[in-house]
T-cell receptor
Framework: GQNIDQPTEMTATEGAIVQINCTYQ??????LFWYQQHAGEAPTFLSY????GLEEKGRFSSFLSRSKGYSYLLLKELQMKDSASYLC???????FGTGTRLKVLA | DTAVSQTPKYLVTQMGNDKSIKCEQN?????MYWYKQDSKKFLKIMFS???????INETVPNRFSPKSPDKAHLNLHINSLELGDSAVYFC??????????????FGEGSRLTVL
């Protein structure tokens, strides 16, 4: 079966660091994506991990451990505009997790 | 130029009606998808086509019928609409097939409301 889990909601303060976790169980696996979705908009691509380790891209980093079926998205120096839903997706039938709604407070 | 475009953006209709949503991509991608996002914001894959061939069909009621006349277009037809069909439907495309690394490019979404 396919299962991708994320926390439903998180809250953090502007300027802080937040880590959004994603655990997955899929029949096949070819990498893991992270997408950002602002309210009322389409999801947009943030990062892709196919090998274990950390991929850094500006304020955003993504980590993958294939043996543990685990990934996280790390957002540094949070800004108000980072308030959005963050979706992880397995590159196997492109299945998405339930999404994590992040609220950044001033 | 819009990369992935869907029409209509909003659709309000009565239960029992039949409706279609159209999607076109000008990115030259091989693979296109339909996703449904419900009120809880869960994004669920429905169908995927690669070069006009159906490659993913995720236990969607047969009231939903995708059609891909060519690799740049993937339309979604829904028969006998039900209240539970109310959602935002997203079309997306990617360069690579299932096992590829291509990111998804999404259309703006089509909000369907069934009354």
């Amino acid at each position: 079966g396919q299962n991708i889990d994320q926390p439903t909601e998180m809250t953090a303060t502007e300027g802080a660091i937040v880590q959004i976790n994603c655990t997955y169980q899929t029949s096949g696996f070819n990498g893991l994506f992270w997408y950002q979705q602002h309210a009322g908009e389409a999801p947009t691509f943030l990062s892709y991990n196919v090998l274990d380790g950390l991929e850094e891209k500006g304020r955003f980093s993504s980590f993958l451990s294939r043996s543990k079926g685990y990934s996280y998205l790390l957002l540094k120096e949070l800004q108000m505009k980072d308030s959005a839903s963050y979706l992880c997706a397995a590159n196997y039938k492109y299945i998405f997790g339930t999404g994590t709604r992040l609220k950044v407070l001033a | 130029d819009t990369a992935v475009s869907q029409t209509p953006k909003y659709l309000v209709t009565q239960m029992g009606n039949d409706k279609s949503i159209k999607c076109e991509q000008n990115l030259g991608h091989d693979t296109m998808y339909w996703y449904k996002q419900d009120s809880k914001k869960f994004l669920k894959i429905m169908f995927s086509y690669n070069n006009k061939e159906l490659i993913i069909n995720e236990t969607v009621p047969n009231r939903f019928s995708p059609k891909s006349p060519d690799k740049a277009h993937l339309n979604l037809h829904i028969n006998s609409l039900e209240l539970g069909d109310s959602a935002v439907y997203f079309c997306a495309s990617s360069q690579d097939r299932l096992s590829g690394t291509g990111e998804l490019f999404f259309g703006e979404g089509s909000r369907l409301t069934v009354l």
